[in-house]
């Protein structure tokens, strides 16, 4: 007996245990190769923030992933998939911080130390939890080379990369306008702050022109602002402000003296100035000049040399600055100024506006403008050194030319990428934050020294280590910068720090060498600019200049790489660039094409979708439903689907063994034999056929597979398999393996046998689990290799196309469903063979004369007769170009049975119609029903109608 397959297809118990089994031989490691692999596939998982849980994207993203990566490994590339998950600053400190509120603790009280130690003991207990899932989705990575993010070793190379960065002038100090998140209480990014149309206030205020009676009056949103103003703009063109030029304004409200960022004194009279922000066709035409707490009013403030004040501390509350209001949220402050101006007559109008408001992605704070001291990256300043070129010029050219060094597919990504780039501001790399990678920068403790916090103009001493002391005046009180860097900032490192960069050592330059650039990038479009743009900066500036020394020739020698160069050469772009393609998949949405949210409650999760139909169905879906820049209505109804053809290949499998058993009882089976099945043996059609079609769908798949079109892939296997291979060619090979002669038996198995185990290679990198499991069982036990994720994936061949076949089988394919059509249009019972009449013109006949025994037997056909005049006017026949058949049958019709079963059927059409007209009528059912749902029921009226009136002729003709 076989390794035998259960009777039933139970996809959770194959899949955990085959999960287990290749992680626990390590199938997917690579070692550093002794030498140059002669093709190499690299591609770098997008870490998963280490607080993460798997969602339907990610779900997406390591199906196509490892869709990908299977393949190329079967191909005999050097395939590494390198995992990793990322430390997630905010996202990481807020789950820890929610923590210590639950037992009354804060990280303040505790110290930095102490929270840190209890940051990496949450990831000891809770963190990597999405490691265990992707090994529940089979993702074939090499576990050997796990990195996170906060590892020492790539803590190492963010700060060799801010150093060096700091050396070239590319990185700098700042006082600068950020997203302030005052519950994170930290900068956030841009790409960090959400939108929400919202409908607000606008409130127009007026303030008193010092020694006249006049007014201006300008508008705004946050009143409580108006206590960090310094000035009020007007246009130059605006004639009705002209005379006020040079005049000054008493700022109501605020206190007599407040106090700018650089230390001086600035009173309640605030200058009228003329400069551009002011539009003389918006509002009033002047306009509240606040340069710490608005991006447009902090430009307008250095062009016009204007102090800066600052009215909120870190959680937004009013501080000194605001005298009377100090101590109060800003929007209590708001409340109190909107008071009192209207107590002391200085608010004029309310009115509503619409406006997008800016919330944090994570707390949902409103987002506060704050002007602070951050660090910067300057991606656009050019660098004599580097050739007088920016990062962001690098970047550029990185994605530009008729053979760029970095394909996006789709397309279309390129453009968005390139207007991004075009657009870029220096990038904000601090974070208030405690957990993450401290910026290696230290600041003097010696007031007087240059290094010190205090000292005017005066920098911190960036160093790759604490140094012992100031190397300028001796000090030995120094003090680290307490902001931490961007998430970003490390993980836009990854694609070359993972090979060990900086390192010298053998390993990492063997690694960098054979491995870097990496092959492929799949993520999503949300994270185009977070990520993929800033890999794109990082990775090609560094490895541009990485200087090389060593003997070893780079490049990896795939077909679109340049030649493989020399040693001592230096990297060209395309071998300096993180990647060499890019492909963005599309948003997963629920089946109503909603996006899933948690407000709406419509996320599904993708362990519960697992759970319900197997990990193999859920992949084959997202890969069915992944063509390329569409995105993806998730409907179960598709996985149940995709179960049933995993039930379908569990099945076929089976019959085919259990008739290799029967073969084994006999004792003509021979494995060897059946290996070597090959052209000689293919002798009748359906397996030339089978074989020849086989053949197409390798080259199909391989062709779909390299263009990322995974819904062409899973189409084109899906209905092989399910279509040619079972429905067709099992069907037509039963009168030969159920016959008494031996060799036509063997052939049939041997054939059979070879056309499956081809298709689970054809199938593995989409469904990994039950390949895995059949392979075994076909290899009864046995497999050539440990897994058949090691077996060779079939590689396209034209020369094993047998066009002759495929078109023999097509015609009569045709025939055989056009007699079947007749013969379910006259009714005629299942079992009952008939005699047929062929017309045909052309050559068609003596093929169908040859196949006679196919037709019998799937056609149910007992008697082919030719004849000689054509048969298209005989009721019932069938046209095609080839061939017009009819089916020979006398309908003995019994009158009084034919009578009564049409009124019976007439009886029933003629109740549904009715019960449906009745509903359709019923006004508070249409309110509420779903619109597809009376759109069904309507239809379905108008067809019953047609159905009945039918109906009534036949029994009319029956009388
Ligand atoms: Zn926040
Ligand atoms: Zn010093």
């Not at 054979?514 to 949300?526: A, E, K, V």
């Not at 394919?813 to 007749?822: F, K």
């Not at 080839?882 to 019976?904: S, T």
Request: contains cysteine; hydrophobic residues 40%.
């Amino acid at each position: 007996m076989l390794r035998e397959l259960p009777k039933a297809y139970e996809p959770g118990t194959i899949e955990r245990k085959w999960a287990e089994y290749w992680v626990k031989e390590r199938l997917f490691e690579v070692p550093t190769p002794a030498n140059k692999p002669e093709h190499a596939f690299t591609l770098l998982l997008p870490p998963p923030n280490v607080t993460g849980n798997l969602h339907m994207g990610h779900m997406l993203n390591h199906t196509e992933m490892d869709i990908i990566v299977r393949w190329h490994r079967m191909l005999g590339e050097a395939t590494i998939w390198v995992p990793g998950t990322d430390h997630a600053g905010i996202a990481t400190q807020m789950m820890v911080e929610r923590q210590l509120a639950a037992e009354k603790k804060n990280r303040r009280d505790m110290g930095r130390e102490a929270f840190i130690e209890r940051v990496w003991q949450w990831r000891e207990l809770y963190g990597g939890n999405i490691l265990e899932q992707m090994k529940r989705l089979g993702d074939s990575v090499d576990w050997s080379r796990e990195y996170f993010t906060m590892d020492e070793r790539l803590s190492g190379a963010v700060r060799e990369v801010f150093v060096r960065l700091h050396e070239e002038g590319l990185i700098y100090r700042g006082k600068y306008i950020v997203n302030w998140c005052p519950g994170c209480m930290t900068a956030i990014s841009d790409l960090e702050v959400k939108h929400e149309e919202i409908t607000a206030k606008l409130y127009e205020i007026r303030y008193p022109v010092v020694g006249s009676r006049e007014f201006v009056t300008i508008a705004t949103t946050r009143p409580e602002t108006m206590l960090g103003d310094v000035a009020v703009a007007v246009n130059a063109k605006d004639e009705r402000y002209t005379h006020l030029h040079g005049k000054k304004l008493l700022l109501p409200l605020a206190p007599d003296a407040r106090t700018d960022m650089n230390g001086k004194q600035v009173g309640r009279e605030i200058p009228i100035i003329v400069d551009e922000l002011a539009n003389p066709e918006f509002g009033t035409g002047a306009v509240k000049v606040t340069p710490a707490h608005d991006p447009n009013d902090f430009q307008a403030g250095l062009r016009n040399n204007l102090p800066q004040v600052n009215v909120m501390d870190e959680t937004a509350k009013m501080n000194s600055n605001a005298g009377a209001y100090a101590g109060l949220d800003r929007f209590a402050a708001r409340a109190r100024v909107l008071e009192d101006l209207e107590k002391q007559g200085f608010l004029v109008s309310i009115k509503d506006h619409g406006m997008a408001l800016g919330k944090c992605d994570r707390s949902k704070d409103v987002v506060e403008p704050r002007l602070s001291t951050q660090w910067f990256v300057a991606v656009n300043k050019k660098v004599p050194e580097a050739g007088n070129v920016s990062l962001s010029d690098v970047a550029k050219q990185a994605v530009q030319g008729a053979n760029p060094a970095i394909r996006f597919t789709p397309e279309n990504h390129k453009t968005i990428y390139l207007n991004w780039m075009e657009n870029l501001y220096d990038w904000c790399i601090s974070r208030q934050l405690w957990w993450g990678h401290r910026i290696p920068a230290w600041y003097c403790g010696n007031e007087k020294c240059v290094h010190s916090r205090d000292y005017p103009g005066g920098e911190p001493i960036v160093a790759r280590s604490a140094p012992a002391k100031c190397p300028d005046c001796g000090s030995a009180t120094l003090e680290q910068e307490s902001d931490v860097l961007d998430t970003w900032f490390s993980s836009a490192l990854l694609p070359f720090t993972v090979w060990g960069w900086p390192s010298k050592d053998e390993r990492t330059q063997k690694e960098l060498a054979y491995f870097y650039p990496t092959s492929l990038l799949i993520t999503g479009q949300d994270i185009l600019f977070f990520w993929v743009a800033r890999m794109i900066m990082m990775g090609s500036w560094f490895m541009r200049k990485e200087p090389w020394s060593g003997a070893l020739p780079i490049g990896r020698g795939s077909t679109n790489d340049p030649p493989i160069l020399a040693p001592g050469a230096k990297r060209p772009l395309q071998m300096a660039v993180p990647f060499r393609e890019v492909y963005i998949h599309a948003l997963v949405r629920d089946a109503e094409r909603q996006k899933m949210s948690k407000t709406k409650g419509n996320v599904l999760d993708p362990i519960e979708v697992i759970e319900k139909y197997g990990t193999d169905a859920t992949r084959f879906t997202l890969a069915a439903m992944a063509s390329p820049g569409t995105d993806i209505a998730f409907n179960e109804a598709r996985t149940e689907g995709y179960r049933a053809f995993a039930n379908k290949i569990w099945n076929a499998a089976r019959f085919v063994l259990m008739n290799v058993d029967r073969a084994r009882e006999a004792g003509w089976w021979s494995q060897e034999e059946w290996l070597r099945v090959g052209d000689s043996t293919k002798t009748t059609l359906e397996d030339r056929w089978i074989l020849s079609r086989w053949w197409r769908v390798v080259g199909e798949l391989n062709s779909a597979l390299s263009e990322y079109r995974f819904h062409e892939a899973a189409q084109v296997i899906y209905d092989f398999f399910w279509k040619d291979f079972c429905d067709w060619y099992i069907e037509l090979i039963k009168p030969r393996l159920n016959s008494e002669n031996v060799a036509a038996q063997k052939l049939a198995l041997f054939t059979v046998m070879g056309v499956l185990e081809g298709s689970l290679r054809l199938l593995h990198p989409i469904m990994p689990f039950i390949t895995e499991e059949i392979f075994e069982a076909v290899y009864d036990g046995k497999p050539p290799k440990k897994s058949i994720a090691l077996v060779e994936f079939p590689k396209s061949d034209e020369k094993q196309l047998d066009p002759e076949a495929e078109r023999e089988m097509a015609l009569l394919q045709e025939l055989i469903v056009a007699v079947r059509n007749i013969r379910a249009e006259l009714k005629v019972e299942p079992k009952q063979s008939l005699p047929i009449k062929l017309y045909s013109a052309n050559g068609a006949r003596s093929s169908i004369e040859r196949n006679r025994v196919m037709l019998e037997k799937l056609a149910n056909v007992s008697e082919v007769s030719f004849t000689p005049q054509s048969l298209s006017n005989e009721p019932g026949s069938r046209t095609t170009a080839q061939f017009e058949v009819a089916v020979i049958y006398e309908r003995k019709v019994d009158v009084g049975a034919e009578r009564e079963r049409l009124q019976k059927e007439l009886g029933k059409m003629e109740a549904e119609l009715a019960g449906k007209e009745k509903q359709l009528a019923n006004q508070a059912f249409i309110g509420k029903a779903p619109a597809d749902v009376v759109e069904g029921m309507r239809k379905r009226a108008a067809e019953l109608e047609v159905l009945i009136h039918k109906s009534r002729q036949a029994l009319k003709e029956l009388q």
